[in-house]
């Protein structure tokens, strides 16, 4: 946003009438340093001349005295304006949307100082470069290319130096500057026919945005006192509804998907039902159902604006369709954001500078809205294909997408990389499917018709990223290089495989729910009379929407959703209880005897794990007879504590880890397969990653569930490949406690789980295979 020079003292002699007038008027040189020289201005400078009294608060052209806005009155005791040549040394100021304005800004308030003591005797060459300069602050501010412009992308690789610049579309992505007529016209358009329809009221983002919660409601969603019921949808099934402001109240999905009831901006009413056309039966074609039954049901939970729970998304299954309905909500969300900021910028133009507005309060403190967490570069590859296809698809051109080579060669995958022979479960092709890089981070600029990738952070709409490459930036306490200001105004956060962080690493999504919608600790180039008061009172967690999409359910995912979920709107769980457990998909004949351990708690659950295994189990296992055992453990630091015990006692065993090198993971399974090491400890993130056959099992010990239920069931199917002849003398044991109802359900069904559970007796056996 440009600033208006300080007054600067004429050369008196040498002014024409119509300066010294104003001078006299106002104590000011005319803005538009008019030259004495009788020297034409160019059409441009003076068409915004003439229409002055019209132009926008934030121009340079302005012919009427300009009125101090709260922004500057906040921005002066808010942040000092940093020093041009510590620029290179703060790697998150190059992050900031606004850099080169505030740049612009910092050199031209460092020159008023010196200017501000000029006398009638200086020079005309300061009016000359005045001029220059007004010209230049002009054309910004409508909307054409900057000449001196630079920013830096919003993904700075870990150690990476370079920074990558975009100047050529910087103020075609400002949306204080976004005036072009084509843009400008299209939202104007739409804004008209919303206002005149009665449907606008009705439109949830409206509704939902422009609420105005109370101090007593607040406090209410602050105490978690929530009140529950349960629904049930065709589709999606169970379902548990909790809110916090009132009692809830029954909700069912649409009965028929018109897009123009869902209130979806005019750019995807066209564009979904052709994007979405590859998930849509013939059947439901010919009825002109845009969504298929699960789409239908999730959008319809999404679109209120609550939160969502999913955790039956599977990669192999439904995936995509969940990440095509989110894609299509977060877009639809950003649209019509931007839409309403640039129309008010419109509207704003039109008035006069002193009138001040509290209905243009329509942006955050920072620009992001929605941030999409996702596990590897794949996938953000394809929500990226999927914002283009929706942009896109209803128009013959195609839009313009800036970056777009750059973003394939990062994200794409090379098919000659991935060895032609390896042969693993369809569930894992179809999760480590394309370019599985784990530490990334992007941001991406949306208009109606363009858009924008590796945007800096502070000028994008959506964030997507990794937890690691969240992680990295947001960094730790202490560290100097941190930034997690671009998280303060997130709208919608959408966390999609959940599941995988679980392997990965949970303290990234931990950390990162604790630095989301925190105050941020600069101002980054905001105008705080158009920021919502939602956002300055420090509510804007109660505002955000949260989507989690998770394969399973989990401890750990339920704690995320129950209590970093503070929606207004409320929460919706999808809490089906599995019927059927994996432990029907074992094929061999194997007893399976589950033994239940006693815990006072799920923090002590760890020590009484490790405690009952020593003392009850092990020594079962410890004769020569017993050889041959895997001791399958989920947990990596169970798996360590378990390990030193091991090399303690001096007992034969090898062991394998995620992290363990491929020589060494060879020696283990030779070892192991030839009995010349009787125990196998085997982690479960190992398996996840490599999914490898290991021979030779004939005794198998589940130190814990296995986190994901159809794990258990390819585990102990793995003792296939030990020589026949040896079935009788199977074995496996499964230790479980009252903390782990939801993963024993997961593997022997709810039914069962429910009665072992509530059973004096610890010991439960099953068989399975061919004589159950």
């Known amino acids: 946003m440009g600033k208006r020079k300080p007054a600067r003292q004429p050369l008196v002699g040498s002014l024409s009438k119509k300066q010294k007038k104003h001078l006299k008027?106002?104590?000011?040189?005319?803005?538009?340093?008019?030259?004495v020289s009788g020297?034409?201005?160019?059409?441009?400078?003076?068409?915004?001349?003439?229409?002055?009294?019209?132009s926008s608060a934030e121009s340079d052209g302005e012919s009427e005295p300009e009125?101090?806005?709260?922004?500057?009155k906040l921005l002066a005791t808010f942040k000092t304006i940093p020093d041009a040549n510590n620029e290179e040394d703060d790697e998150n100021e190059s992050e900031e949307g606004d850099e080169s304005d505030e740049e612009e800004t910092g050199s031209e308030e460092s020159q008023e100082g010196e200017d501000g003591d000029h006398t009638v005797g200086e020079e005309d060459e300061n009016d000359v470069q005045d001029q220059e300069e007004a010209k230049d602050t002009a054309k910004q501010m409508l909307g054409q290319e900057q000449a001196d412009g630079a920013d830096t992308s919003s993904d700075p690789k870990h150690g990476a130096s370079e920074e990558f610049t975009d100047v050529k579309h910087e103020s075609e992505f400002s949306l204080e500057t976004n005036f072009m007529d084509e843009e400008s016209g299209d939202y104007n358009a739409d804004e008209r026919e919303s206002s005149s329809s009665v449907m606008v009221s009705e439109d949830p983002f409206k509704q939902h945005m422009n609420k105005e919660l109370e101090e007593k409601e607040i406090g209410n969603i602050s105490a978690r006192s929530k009140n529950t019921i349960q629904l049930k949808w065709p589709t999606l099934g169970q379902l548990v509804f909790s809110s916090s402001l009132q009692q809830p109240r029954t909700f069912k999905p649409d009965k028929e998907a018109d897009l123009k009831r869902l209130h979806l901006h005019k750019t995807l009413e066209s564009t979904w039902p052709k994007v979405n056309s590859q998930f849509l039966s013939t059947l439901t074609k010919q009825n002109k159902h845009p969504f298929t039954l699960l789409q239908k049901e999730l959008f319809c939970i999404m679109n209120r604006y609550k939160d969502l729970f999913y955790p039956e998304r599977t990669a192999l299954g439904n995936g995509e369709e969940v990440r095509h309905v989110y894609c299509l909500h977060a877009v639809n969300h950003v649209l019509k954001a931007n839409a309403q900021v640039?129309?008010?910028?419109?509207?704003?133009?039109?008035?006069?500078?002193?009138?001040?507005?509290?209905?243009?309060r329509d942006q955050g403190l920072t620009r992001p809205k929605v941030l999409i967490v996702v596990p590897f570069r794949e996938s953000a590859l394809r929500v990226v294909q999927i914002f283009i296809s929706l942009l896109e698809s209803g128009s013959k051109k195609q839009i313009d997408v800036s970056n777009k080579k750059r973003f394939k060669g990062e994200f794409g995958s090379d098919p000659d990389e991935k060895p032609p022979n390896l042969k693993r479960p369809e569930d894992y092709e179809a999760v480590f499917a394309g370019n599985i890089d784990d530490?990334?981070?992007i941001g991406v600029a949306i208009l109606q018709k363009s858009m924008r990738l590796y945007a800096p952070f502070y000028s994008s709409d959506i964030i997507i990223a990794s937890p690691l490459g969240l992680r990295t930036i947001i960094g730790a306490e202490g560290e100097k290089k941190r930034d997690f200001d671009f998280l303060s105004s997130i709208e919608i956060l959408i966390i999609d495989q959940a599941d995988v962080y679980l392997m990965q690493n949970w303290e990234h999504i931990l950390h990162l729910m604790n630095h989301l919608n925190l105050l941020p600790l600069e101002s980054h180039g905001v105008d705080f009379s158009r920021v919502r008061m939602l956002n300055l009172n420090n509510w804007s967690k109660y505002y955000r929407q949260t989507l989690l999409f998770s394969a399973l359910q989990d401890p750990q995912i339920n704690s995320i959703f129950n209590k970093n979920c503070f929606n207004y709107r409320g929460q919706v769980a999808v809490r089906n209880v599995p019927s059927i457990g994996s432990i029907s998909r074992v094929v061999v004949q194997l007893p399976h005897v589950f033994r239940r351990l006693e815990a006072e708690s799920s923090i002590s659950v760890m020590d009484a794990r490790f405690q009952f295994f020593i003392d009850k189990v092990l020594p079962e296992y410890r004769d020569a007879i017993m050889s041959h055992t895997l001791v399958y453990i989920p947990s990596y630091f169970d798996?360590?504590?378990?390990?030193?015990?091991?090399?303690?006692?001096?007992?034969?065993?090898t062991h394998i880890c995620e992290y363990t090198k491929k020589s060494g993971i060879s020696r283990a399974r030779q070892f192991f397969l030839k009995g010349e090491k009787q125990f196998l400890i085997f982690t479960e993130r190992f398996h996840f990653y490599k999914r490898y056959l290991i021979r030779?099992?004939?005794?198998?010990?589940?130190?814990?569930?296995?986190?994901?239920?159809?794990?258990?069931?390819?585990?102990?199917?793995?003792?296939?490949?030990?020589?026949?002849?040896?079935?009788?003398?199977w074995t496996c044991t499964i230790l479980y406690s009252k903390y782990d109802a939801q993963k024993l359900a997961a593997v022997v069904g709810v039914d069962r789980a429910a009665q072992m559970l509530q059973s004096k007796k610890n010991v439960h056996l099953f068989v399975t295979g061919e004589n159950e």
């Open 25 to 35: 008027e106002f104590g000011e040189q005319h803005p538009f340093y008019d030259k």
């Open 39 to 54: 020297r034409e201005e160019t059409t441009e400078i003076c068409e915004l001349s003439e229409n002055s009294e019209h």
């Open 67 to 72: 009125q101090v806005s709260v922004y500057h």
């Open 342 to 360: 640039l129309s008010n910028n419109a509207k704003r133009r039109d008035q006069k500078p002193a009138v001040d507005n509290d209905d243009f």
């Open 439 to 441: 530490h990334f981070r």
């Open 639 to 653: 798996y360590v504590r378990l390990r030193n015990y091991f090399k303690k006692e001096e007992l034969n065993f």
């Open 696 to 729: 030779g099992i004939r005794n198998l010990i589940f130190y814990e569930l296995p986190t994901y239920p159809h794990f258990y069931s390819e585990v102990c199917n793995m003792l296939t490949a030990t020589a026949s002849g040896e079935e009788a003398t």
